[in-house]
Each structure stands twice: as C-alpha cells, then as structure tokens.
C-alpha cells in the first residue's frame, strides 16, 4: 500500500469534495442548533463517513479501496431514507444483511486474490441500491410526520436520483477516470446539501406555524382581557363579566353556541350562568318539556345539575375535559329530537379551576354537521377557560374586596392575584430537590416564580420580576404565567420560549410594565440544563467537583420592550451535588444601614458554604443572612429566590 505525497494530495479532487461535504455539514450542523428531535444526527454521520472515505481513497488510491468504501456509503445512505419509517424496518435489514455479506466477500476477494466479486459487481449493487431507494421512496412517501421523516420526504427524488447517476457512472466509468472523480463524485454530494436545506425550510415553517399559531392564542387572550375588562369599566356584575367570557369563548373557538356553568358549594350543584348561541342540550331532555325552542332556550337559561350528573355535571366533578367532535359515533350524547335547536354535531367541555379547587364548567357546542372542533380549537377552550377563570375568580376577590378602602382593594386583589399564580407546593423528585424564598417589599410583590412539568424528565424553573406594583403588574405576570404554561410544553429551546412570550406581551402592556425573566429547564433524570435570560440576574452554579460557583451571564432586553427581540440560551449540565440558584435583584442590590449592596458575591459564597444543605435549607440560610445584613434598614424591593440541587 504506497500512499501519495501531499503535493499530490492538493492536485487531487479531495478539496473539491471537502469543500462540499463541509457545506452540507455545516447547514445540517444550523438544523441540529435549531432543533431539539437529532433528525440532523443521521446526516451528520453519514458526513463523516464520506469525509473519511475521500481521505483514505486519495491518499491510499487503490481501486479495491473505492470500489468497498462505495457499499458503506450507499449502506448510509440506505440507512438515512429508510430508517424514520416503520414499513421499511424488515427490508431495510435485509439490504444491511446484503451489504454486510458483500462487503465481506469483496474483502475476501481483495486478500486471497480470488475474484468472488468483480468491481463491476460493486457497480451492480450501486445502482440496485439506488433503484430500492426510489421504490421505499414511493411507498414511504405519505408517511411524512415527524421532522426526519420531513426531510427524507421532501428530498427523496433528487437524493434517490443523485445516486443512481452516480451509481451508473461508477459502473460504466469506474473510479479511474478523471471526470468521474473531478466532476460526478463532488456533485454527488450535493444531495446531502439539499437535504440540508430542506430541513432548514421545514425547521422554518414549523417555527412559523407554531409562531403563528401561539400568536393566535395569544391574541385570544388578550380579546379575553379586553372584552372582560371593558365590562368590568361599566358593570360589577357577576352575570355579565361570565356572559363575556362565554362569548369570547364562542368566538375564538369557532362554536355556534355556549354555556357557563358555576359550582355552588353548598348545594353540590352546578347552575348555568350564562348561555348564548345556539347551543343544543348535550344531555337528555325531560320528556314532560315541550320541545320548542323558546321553551329549551329557557329550561338551558335556568338548568342546575348535581355533581356527575349529564356530562356537565361529570366534567364538575372530576376535571377532566371532553372532546367530543363527533357526537353521533360518542354514546354519552342523546338524541333529544330532530329539529335543527336540538341536534348537537360537536362538542367540547373543560372544567374552570383555581388551583385545585374546580369552579365551574365552560362547554361550546356546533349544531352544523360537516364542520366538527378540532384540536386545535380545543387547545383554544382549554387556554381561554383557564385565563378567563383567573379572571372570574379574581373579579371574585374584587367584589370581596370592595368593601375596604381603594388602597386597600387594590393591593388585596394584587396580592390574591399573586398568591394564584405562585406554586404553592413545590415539587421534588428522587433526583432533583427545589427549595424556594419570596419576600415582598411593601405587601404586593413584582417578584415572580413559577415551576412547571413539561414532560416526566423535565421541568422549567422561571423567575422574574415586573416593573411597577399593584394590578397591573400582577396582571402581566398572570398573562406571563399563561403564556409559559401554554408554550413550555413544546420542544423547542428556551431561547424561543422567551421569543414567543415577548411577542404575546410587546405592545400590548405599557413601557411602564416591562419584565426580566430567567428560565431554565432541567432534565431531572441527566442533570442536563439549558438557560435564558431576559436581561434578568445572571444564573449561578456552584460545581462540587472542584467547589466553586459559576455566573452565567447572557445579556439581552427585558420582555415586553422590543417585539423583534432574540434571545439567547446556554446549555450546561448539572452532576451530583451541583446546585443552580436563579434570584431577583432584591436579594443582591439589597443595602445596609451603610449603603452596601449584599451583592453576588455574597450569595455566591453563601450557595458554596452551605453546599451540604437541602434547597430548603439553603432559601432558608438565604433569608436569615440577607435579614442580618440589612439589620434596622428598609427593605427597598422585593426578594425571591430559587434553588435546584441535583442528587444523581
């Protein structure tokens, strides 16, 4: 084996190749940043392989060792298109099998000098290769879902057609010829480019249509806050703050009719407390009702259940929501009569709860065959019901409340806006304890944090802290809070949650108001983390390996100034004994009698003296050393802190 000089190497076709082999690496290496599911993974590989393959048949230019490098890369290749679809499992092993076996063979061929399998017979199973490609192609076509399933969909024919002109070239040229190597092999390659971009422009319109679509539930919201908050101005009415949040309902969800349906404790009851649309009954009629319409509209007006009593009464009792888009194939349904008010198509129920505690009921309803709920609508009540409970429930605590002074009032209901939003038990697991501390300045605090479990491994810790005071700003935590819980249950990076909760807030909430947040997400069972920032206290880490405490700092702009904001994510990893802390600028910036500022480093030393503690503890420890620093002086701003302590 003679290999060639290096001159000879920048004569040959290698830097042609690498040159496109590292453009197409670097596309898929922009997909895999951008995306969370390692579709990229495969193609990377396969990237590789070929970056090794052209080394080792230019440097080492020997026939046989091109001619074996060309059944691996085919076998990549093969392994790449069929591997995402579940139909092409059995024959795609069988074609590994194959390769494996001629592999083999070929390299018997090469060592004992017997010719079992002749070059042209490499050539041969190219181009059936190439051939099964396009046929697998055909069959998988329709089976599209899923991101890597996208990309090989979407780039089969021109890949597919790529490598069979390669193969046939091969096979008729051979590995020999100038142009074959200068020309055919580089431009080859460029199926792996396309499919670069390709999955580039789905990552694209997947961001754009979650965008659009969380976009949309946000300006859902927002008519949600507008339409109950333009009653309230006029009425203090119980009965018309629901009336409008039942219509929004209707509108947002594209229903021909609802009702709203509240929980009287003392009865074990539920009563209908607003009703508008066409809404046919989803439960079976008293036969003694006259089944005319003004007469149905009056009996649904005034109709009261007991808990688990018709399907509304089920949804009051045990929370769980109905979906229902075709009721004529569901059995909990009845069919009342034939008349257009009677006859119900879709339907769909959730229950309105505050905490635990279930309220009531919100239930929208098509009488238009043809045309069911989808999802995505479902998706929609689910959001609305749940803003527009906090609604109810704190329009609530302002009846409660208005009986006291304005000062009084209006802190009261801040204060009980924020004591919903706050988690009132936290979380811990075998693998991850959290502890937790909030202090409010004056009563009403602009500090907010919040824990929520995306997925059975992941949970998201979320600080932040609103400008300003009183019902505004706990408002805009409350739609800060929805918008989280609405978007963290994705896949997409913290980075874009953060892009998704600027957009649903900028413009819509006065300078005035604006809002630093922290986020992190945590893989409770690897210890992996990933961290943004929204111009809010840098994240610290205290490393028990070597004992000391990290400051991650990503500098960027508050949520709510700037809609074309983009923000920024770390990526780290916790191990045993790390502990994360995310703060407000209350615990650092806080002064003493001398003018002193606690300050990071301060904190800082106290995470790491405390390292053996519980996160209980440690919140604990914070709370008593911040108090002993500021001694007689005021507390100027809020103080919160939070705190996760990896046990693996």
Known sequence: MTAISFSQILASPLLARLLVLACAAAVFLVVRRKDTEGQAGAFIA????????????????IPELQNLSDVFYFGFALLVFLAPFRRSRVPLIAAMVVHVAIAGLYLATIFSGLATIPAWGIGALLVADAAFMVLMGLLNNRDSEGGSRHIVSDSWIFSSTVLMIYAVLSLVLGH??????????PVSYGWLVTAGLVGLSILDQQTLAAVSYYEAAIDSLYNLSFRVGTVLKGSFSTED???SMNDVIIEETGADGGSIYLVDEFDDVIIAKALSGNFPPPFL??????RKQNRIESFMRHAQFRLGETVLGEVAKTGKNIYAPDVTVDGRFPTNGEEDFLRLSSFMAVPLMVEDKIIGVSAVAKSRPGSPFGEADFDRLKLLANFGTLAVSNFFSFLEANERNSIEQTAGIAAEIQRT???????QFQTLAIGAYSSPARGVSGDYYDLIRTREDKIVGVIGDVAGKGVSAALIMVMIRSILHLITNTNRDMATVLDWVNKGIAGKIDMDHYATLGVISINIVTGELEYANASHQPLLIYRRAN?????????SVPIGVERA?????????LYDGDIAVLYTDGIVEVLNE??????RKNLSQLIARHKDLSPKEIVGRVKQEVSKFIGTARQHDDQTVLVFKMKL
């Open 241 to 243: 703050v629901i009336a």
């Open 46 to 61: 396969t990237i590789g392989l070929l970056v090794v393959r052209d080394i080792l048949v230019i440097v080492f230019p």
């Open 547 to 555: 004992d000391i405490v990290e400051t991650i700092d990503l500098k």
């Open 176 to 185: 020999g010829n100038a142009a074959f190597e200068w020309l055919i092999v």
């Open 594 to 599: 001398q003018g002193k500022q606690f300050g």
């Open 285 to 290: 009629l008293p036969e003694s009702l006259p």
């Open 421 to 427: 939003i706050i988690p009132k038990k936290l979380p």
């Open 565 to 573: 904001t983009t923000y920024q994510r770390k990526a780290l990893r």
